[in-house]
């Protein structure tokens, strides 16, 4: 292998341990910044001599993964949000998506998809290869999707097909969302693409082989593999709203992220938008292509995407595991309790601090209490309303 690509590899695996240790460090600092956060017994023992960030205190709360009942629920609230949105937003949380996958792209082009040795990482025995290509490059693009904000395409259709099942979306909202994000991503992706040939990156080159693979795949592999490709990413996401929902850090995220997405990449399914990204930076960089193989390709893993990720994780698995009306109001219940705990945590941990910001960071929790309480009691639950206390009974 030429030593320019071991460097490569190299300064990969180097960066990845680097983020590893920086992230261990950072959870050892705060073990021992706030002990309360992690020992409970010790905390009990031995009074505090002052008080502990509120935010610790919500870790201690909320660091707990979702059941599936609550995490289905909340991507059919969030499936119904989006689809609200004006057309306008979709599009531009998509175009931002969409850059950050082509970003993706560019990264495991330059390590995986540019090692030496004959063979591309496709071919029979070339293992370790796949392993690299799917290890840097795509969970990158979904981990910043998921923490920016960003809508790509095909996570919306996970919320769609969730929030479609449950009645909270109408269909022409949720092909409003779809449709905008689609094309969002769209520009995101040849946008990066042409960057990459623009800069003459190490990863123009690498991608034109990249592409003429996936231009040569039948329409059922191409669509099985969308199928697969979808699957993994809305499994991902489901992943990450469990992780992060529940109170989890960005490292709940980063681990949620990147084990189905590498196994995507590794395992040579197909995204679409992925492939916008491919066959634009190899078409710039000199990569002959019938125009029918990659209208076929595009088509058919959007086909196998929409199956993958909207109609098996956003519509099968809310109804094989998700919320059912007594779920939903237990979920509503359950959100109450760790806010009250939170609520109460936060009090002893304040209580006889004069400090300005935890006070208003108290009140807010307060504020978010009321919230979820008229939330609650339009979802079935009614409350004395007396002295501010809301004792929960089923109407």
């Given at each position: 292998?030429?030593r320019?690509?071991?460097?490569?590899?190299?300064?990969?695996?180097?960066?990845?341990?680097?983020?590893?240790?920086?992230?261990?460090?950072?959870?050892?600092?705060?073990?021992?910044?706030?002990?309360?956060?992690?020992?409970?017994?010790?905390?009990?023992?031995?009074?505090?001599?002052?008080?502990?960030?509120?935010?610790?205190?919500?870790?201690?709360?909320?660091?707990?993964?979702l059941?599936?009942?609550?995490t289905?629920?909340?991507?059919?609230?969030?499936?119904?949000?989006?689809?609200?949105?004006?057309?306008?937003?979709?599009?531009?949380?998509g175009l931002?998506?969409?850059?950050?996958?082509?970003?993706?792209?560019?990264?495991?082009?330059?390590?995986?998809?540019?090692?030496?040795?004959?063979?591309?990482?496709?071919?029979?025995?070339?293992?370790?290869?796949?392993?690299?290509?799917?290890?840097?490059?795509?969970?990158?693009?979904?981990i910043?999707?998921?923490?920016?904000g960003?809508?790509?395409?095909?996570?919306?259709?996970?919320?769609?097909?969730?929030?479609?099942?449950?009645?909270?979306?109408?269909?022409?909202?949720?092909?409003?969302?779809?449709?905008?994000?689609?094309?969002?991503?769209?520009?995101?992706?040849?946008?990066?693409?042409?960057l990459?040939?623009?800069?003459?990156?190490?990863?123009?080159?690498?991608?034109?082989?990249?592409?003429?693979?996936?231009?040569?795949?039948?329409?059922a592999?191409?669509?099985?593999?969308?199928?697969?490709?979808?699957?993994?990413?809305?499994?991902?996401?489901?992943?990450?709203?469990?992780?992060?929902?529940?109170?989890?850090?960005?490292?709940?995220?980063?681990?949620?992220?990147?084990?189905?997405?590498?196994?995507y990449?590794?395992?040579?399914?197909?995204?679409?938008?992925?492939?916008?990204?491919?066959?634009?930076?190899?078409?710039?960089?000199?990569?002959?292509?019938e125009?029918?193989?990659?209208?076929?390709?595009?088509?058919?893993?959007?086909a196998?995407?929409?199956?993958g990720?909207?109609?098996?994780?956003?519509a099968?698995l809310?109804?094989?595991?998700?919320?059912?009306?007594i779920?939903?109001?237990?979920a509503?219940?359950?959100?109450?309790s760790?806010?009250?705990?939170?609520?109460n945590?936060?009090?002893?941990?304040?209580?006889?601090?004069?400090?300005?910001?935890?006070?208003?960071?108290?009140?807010?929790?307060?504020?978010?209490?009321?919230?979820?309480?008229?939330?609650?009691?339009?979802a079935g639950?009614?409350?004395?309303?007396?002295?501010?206390?809301?004792?929960?009974?089923?109407?």
């Amino acid at each position: 292998m030429p030593r320019h690509h071991l460097a490569r590899v190299a300064l990969a695996v180097a960066l990845t341990v680097a983020l590893a240790a920086h992230t261990a460090s950072g959870t050892v600092a705060l073990r021992a910044r706030t002990p309360g956060v992690y020992a409970h017994a010790a905390r009990a023992s031995a009074p505090l001599h002052r008080a502990a960030p509120l935010v610790d205190v919500r870790a201690r709360v909320h660091n707990s993964l979702l059941t599936p009942a609550e995490t289905f629920k909340i991507m059919e609230d969030e499936g119904a949000k989006r689809s609200l949105e004006p057309f306008e937003k979709l599009l531009w949380k998509g175009l931002a998506a969409g850059m950050l996958i082509g970003t993706g792209g560019i990264l495991c082009s330059s390590v995986g998809g540019d090692i030496g040795g004959g063979e591309f990482f496709w071919a029979e025995g070339m293992g370790i290869k796949r392993l690299l290509f799917g290890a840097f490059g795509y969970p990158l693009s979904i981990i910043c999707v998921a923490a920016t904000g960003s809508s790509a395409f095909t996570g919306n259709l996970a919320f769609a097909g969730a929030a479609l099942r449950s009645g909270r979306a109408t269909p022409g909202g949720a092909f409003q969302m779809a449709l905008a994000t689609f094309l969002g991503c769209l520009m995101g992706c040849v946008f990066m693409g042409v960057l990459t040939h623009v800069c003459d990156l190490p990863a123009a080159i690498p991608t034109i082989a990249i592409a003429q693979h996936k231009a040569h795949l039948t329409i059922a592999q191409t669509i099985g593999r969308g199928i697969g490709g979808g699957w993994l990413i809305a499994l991902a996401i489901t992943l990450a709203t469990a992780a992060t929902k529940g109170g989890g850090n960005f490292a709940d995220l980063a681990l949620a992220v990147w084990f189905p997405i590498s196994t995507y990449v590794i395992c040579d399914f197909e995204h679409s938008l992925a492939n916008m990204f491919f066959f634009t930076a190899a078409i710039l960089s000199g990569g002959e292509f019938e125009t029918a193989d990659v209208v076929k390709n595009l088509v058919c893993s959007t086909a196998g995407n929409i199956i993958g990720a909207g109609v098996l994780v956003g519509a099968f698995l809310p109804w094989a595991s998700g919320p059912t009306e007594i779920d939903s109001r237990q979920a509503l219940l359950n959100a109450y309790s760790r806010l009250v705990s939170t609520n109460n945590a936060a009090e002893e941990e304040l209580c006889g601090i004069e400090d300005e910001q935890c006070m208003e960071e108290s009140i807010a929790l307060e504020v978010k209490k009321a919230e979820l309480i008229q939330v609650a009691a339009a979802a079935g639950y009614g409350g004395s309303g007396k002295s501010g206390k809301n004792k929960y009974k089923k109407n």
